[in-house]
T-cell receptor, first 111, second 116 residues
Framework: KQEVTQIPAALSVPEGENLVLNCSFT??????LQWFRQDPGKGLTSLLL?????REQTSGRLNASLDKSSGRSTLYIAASQPGDSATYLC??????????FGTGTRLTIIP | EAQVTQNPRYLITVTGKKLTVTCSQN?????MSWYRQDPGLGLRQIYY???????DKGDVPEGYKVSRKEKRNFPLILESPSPNQTSLYFC???????????????FGPGTRLTVT
């Protein structure tokens, strides 16, 4: 069974700190992996898409890495801000073309 | 503005009363899909469509129907809703008929459905 795990489920850090969110998946045969953020009462916003041939992608203060062989991805957020508070979801696209979501990490940035 | 829209955003209904949740995208995307999100279970795909008149089941299709008569619209139909279909529903779209393989998905704002 293809599973996606995100640990921790919740994280609180002071504003300005750098932080890493973790995602692990059980099947290394993926096409790509997408990171999303979800704000309360709102939809999902795509943050980064990493293809299976890539090791990392960067967008502003965000950097996502992918290690397919070990079934892991990390999302690094630099110089965190209160506006970064949200739930972050990772979603690998497995070989059966099914996008499978983790249950997310709820991030709170403390001003 | 490029977007995926869903209507209604909130709906409370009773068991057995047929309902339709609409989804529309203005990006000329081929691929569209529906997900439901439940606490502790994450998002799960209900149905997807690779293009007009092409639809297929996702992981949790029981109790749902879809149609894709136009490229921009992908309605989700609950013929006889039951309480276990109480959930938060998201529509998504992406470029290309096998879009998610290459391109990112764009999500709508969600529809919160309560079936009593």
């Amino acid at each position: 069974k293809q599973e996606v795990t995100q640990i921790p489920a919740a994280l609180s850090v002071p504003e300005g700190e750098n932080l890493v969110l973790n995602c692990s998946f059980t099947d290394s045969a993926i096409y790509n992996l997408q990171w999303f953020r979800q704000d309360p009462g709102k939809g999902l916003t795509s943050l980064l898409l990493i293809q299976s041939s890539q090791r990392e992608q960067t967008s502003g203060r965000l950097n996502a890495s992918l290690d397919k062989s070990s079934g892991r991805s990390t999302l690094y957020i630099a110089a965190s801000q209160p506006g970064d508070s949200a739930t972050y979801l990772c979603a690998p696209l497995f070989g059966n073309e099914k996008l499978t979501f983790g249950t997310g990490t709820r991030l709170t940035i403390i001003p | 503005e490029a977007q995926v829209t869903q209507n209604p955003r909130y709906l409370i209904t009773v068991t057995g009363k047929k309902l339709t949740v609409t989804c529309s995208q203005n990006m000329n995307h081929e691929y569209m899909s529906w997900y439901r999100q439940d606490p502790g279970l994450g998002l799960r795909q209900i149905y997807y469509s690779m293009n007009v008149e092409v639809t297929d089941k996702g992981d949790v299709p029981e109790g749902y129907k879809v149609s894709r008569k136009e490229k921009r619209n992908f309605p989700l139909i609950l013929e006889s809703p039951s309480p276990n279909q109480t959930s938060l529903y998201f529509c998504a779209s992406t470029m290309g008929s096998r879009g998610p393989i290459i391109y990112e998905q764009y999500f709508g704002p969600g529809t919160r459905l309560t079936v009593t």
